[in-house]
């Protein structure tokens, strides 16, 4: 009798159940799943902006330029040039014809306008098209600034293009610190230099009188940090960019110091000083005293804030060899992150947060490489006689380094690489440069 | 012998003897040998050098300057090079002199550049018939005569008639079941070569492979014939063995079921989703699939959107042109909302760029493949 009430009741449960589930199944649509697909870039085309006075044309025409080597240079596009365009855009009003620009597999179409004003102010707006969806991504926006400002007007349009279509952060409109070498390699002069990120825009902070190393930029973009050998060994200095005015950082009677890298909040500055043939890690807040955050006989040098500023990235060889350690901002133990074969060295927190970039040598040749925080994922992303000095751009998607080209006229340039391997590009200087340390995204 | 003979042999027989015994031919050998090496030269390369030491060269009365260390190399050392056994400690800077020459830029300006908010004015539709369908491909396409081609490889012009596109539709329906309602006759310019791809053709896309793929997708395997009947055994006595006792559960169960699902259709016809007419075979699944991801381009996506995996529905008419207004996502899994979008849009550029001409599926399975569901998932893209 029991298993009879019990059988009732397991039919009716799957009788309740199993209408709901049915309707379920023939409900099933085609469904597929797609794991592979293309990695190639995106074809755009931008028609040359309108010029709405007759005293923007050249400007217009610039500016188009600019914003399409911006987004062609990321290697993530890839523009229809002006000679396929079937449609023409007579007027940043007109409306946009899509399937013209479907036919010749446009992707995304850019237009905009440019006007100069009686005040001499250089105005653009701009539309971003996503022609294949038939309508706009996005909204139109406007700039505006003087005419100077042309070029920063443009990496903005090319900045907002970048961002909607990739999801990225912006890059373009930011500089690049860097040191400008000259003469034979045993009488090396040395300048600091500062252009846009694209290698335009050359202007020289300190003249050639003494060797200048490893400028970084303050989060704000407004000062840089050096080392300078004026005084006969490196010492730290603190340059107001818009006063080119030198200011000595540290006062370590008897000892050197250098590597110094800004802390996120751009008060505090954390270094390397080296007394005796023990080289450690101090920090300081700018006009105060300094403090030890290592005390170890072997050689702490490259330190390297997290974006939070919660801890420090840094190289050691506390182990026998160079390798990688973060250790809390405050100091204490350090952990060893770098677990490869090679020596590790000159790391660089992701503005992310989210990767670590480094010098890697191993086998007699130099690369540049990212890893995660805890040191897993490592990606070695270049390879070649000598690469070093990797800095990241605000976005963190973009590498700029150092690499030198072999034999004794061996040159240093500057060279820029995707965070995924891909797209490595030369940086176009005036003659050899080294060390660069690119700036936050200008305001 | 006289005196001066006796005094002669004397003598000399002592002097040899303090020869022998002196030492005077012993040889030292500890003393050090001193070895000059010597090069040989002709006559010309003497007198060449004869002259280039006529040429005094300029005495420095400066000691010469030690060149200035290089740049640290900091995986070598982390220490820079630069004189550190250097006695006197650096002099503290009392007044900090500007680095720069009249030389350096007076001053570095920035150039402002102000972002405005307003939006321009947006301009008017282009010209569309109110309720035209949104089907993707134009009834009138504009004539593509004078479109130059972008993708590097250009494709040859088409021949103007539609002999070509005959052909092709009979060979898509060669799979057609005898049995299959009428198909609506597709538009000649559907099948025909397009004068301006849709695809970018490099090495990763090449048009004859993913061409081939969904145009010439295999037919659905054969089916293996129906195993033959087993001869059937003589039939046993009748009645000859006690008949087994029922399970009253599992008959329970089992009438329980079959009442479910026979009422169960009924439910979901009413309901209007029940799928007609034969299934999709494996092959044509694999054409859309292929057909869509030949034009997923992950190249442009950010980092976070590489780690979406997002689910999008969308609708085709009874050409496999996808209905661009029903393309939405349904689900998005392991990245932030603004990731999430950025994946879809590159999805529905996907669907609509290779749907442009149809994905030639077959007619009479539309009901199968009126709706689709696509997962794009992008982590094996994300390692490449």
Redo the contacts between chains.
Sequence with gaps: MFLRSLAKAAVMAVAALLPLALPAAAQDRLRIEITEGVIEPLPFAIPTFEAETPQAAQLANDITRVIAADLVGTGLFREVPASSHIARITSFSSPVSYPDWKAINVQALITGAVSVDGSGRTNVKFRLHDVFADNELGEGLQLGGASSAARRLAHKVADQVYSRITGEGAYFDSRVVFVHEEGPKNARQKRLGVMDYDGANVQYLTDSSSIVLAPRFSPTGDRVLYTSYSSGVPEIYMMQVGALRPQKLIEAQGAMTFAPRFGPDGNTVVYSESRGGNTDIFVTSIGGSASKLTNTPSIETAPSYSPDGSQIVFESDRSGMQQLYIMSARGGEARRISFGEGRYGTPVWSPRGDLIAFTKQHGGRFHIGVMRTDGSEERLLTASFLDEGPTWSPNGRVIMFTRQSAGAGGQPSLYSVDITGRNLRRVPTPGAASDPAWSPLLP | MNTGVKISGLAHIGLLLWMAIGGLFSFDRDQPLEVSEVTLITGEQFAAMLAAGSQAPAVSAAPETP?????????E????E???E?AT?????EE?Q????P?????????????????????????TPEGASPV?A?EN??A?D??????PRPVERPEPDANVAEQVQQAARREQAPEAPPVPEAPEETTAPE??????E?E??DEAGGTAQSELAPPGAPRPLRRPDRPTPPAPAPAAEPEPARD??AD??A???A???A???A??AG?G???TGPP?SAGE?DA??LG??????????????LRTTITV?FEMDQTARPV?GTIRMLDSEGGSA??A??AF?AA???I??CG?SGYGLPPEKYD??R???????????RV?
Aim: with cysteine.
């Design positions: 060149a200035q260390p290089e740049q640290a190399e900091q995986l050392t982390p220490v820079p630069a004189a550190p250097q400690p650096p002099e503290a800077v900090v500007p680095e720069t020459e030389q350096v830029e007076e001053a570095f300006e920035t150039p402002r550049a102000e972002l405005s908010p307003v939006a321009p004015p947006a301009p008017v539709a282009p010209d993707l134009p396409p504009p593509p004078a479109a130059p081609r972008v993708a004068e301006a791809g849709t695809v970018i490099t990763a896309t009253p559960l329970a169960i009438g329980a079921v009442e479910a699902t009422s169960a259709p439910e979901a309901q989703t029940a799928r999709l699944k859309l699939r869509v991801q030949r034009c997923w381009n992950v190249g442009s996506l950010s980092t976070d959107a529905y661009s603004a990731a979008n950025q849009e529905r550029r996907a609509i760029r442009v199968q493949w709706e689709v569901e696509v997962v794009f998932n992008p982590d094996y893209m490449r």
